[in-house]
């Protein structure tokens, strides 16, 4: 059974940069990975950003604009997010969520991401 798998995640300096990845393992094309959630300890999971492959756009939560970049291989059909610039309160486990051929929503098992002061 296909299934999201995220990496990179790791403890880094306030400041530092990290690059996660979502691919899928399996049957690769029968999840599409789309969006990046982060969720921090005691909090609801947010979207961080999500790319309309339909529209062209990537839409980013307001507290890491410029900051954060979302993009896609097509080929490889995996997700990436590169993080800049990166603070304190982007500590959280950071899911993958994807889309299934059947139209379901589809949830990677989550990376940590630490980021000391």
């Known amino acids: 059974q296909a299934r999201l798998v995220e990496s990179g995640g790791s403890l880094v300096q306030a400041g530092g940069s990290l690059r996660l990845s979502c691919s899928v393992s399996?049957?690769?094309?029968?999840?599409?990975?789309r969006a990046w959630y982060r969720q921090a300890p005691g909090k609801e999971r947010e979207l961080v950003a999500m790319i309309s492959t339909s529209q062209g756009t990537t839409t980013y939560a307001d507290s890491v604009k410029g900051r954060f970049t979302a993009a896609r291989d097509s080929a490889k059909n995996t997700l990436f997010l590169q993080m800049n610039s990166l603070k304190p309160e982007d500590t959280a486990t950071y899911y993958c969520?994807?889309?299934?051929?059947?139209?379901?929503?589809?949830w990677g098992q989550g990376t940590q991401v630490t980021v000391s002061s």
């Open positions: 399996g049957n690769i094309f029968s999840i599409i990975p």
């Open positions: 969520q994807g889309i299934q051929a059947s139209g379901n929503n589809d």
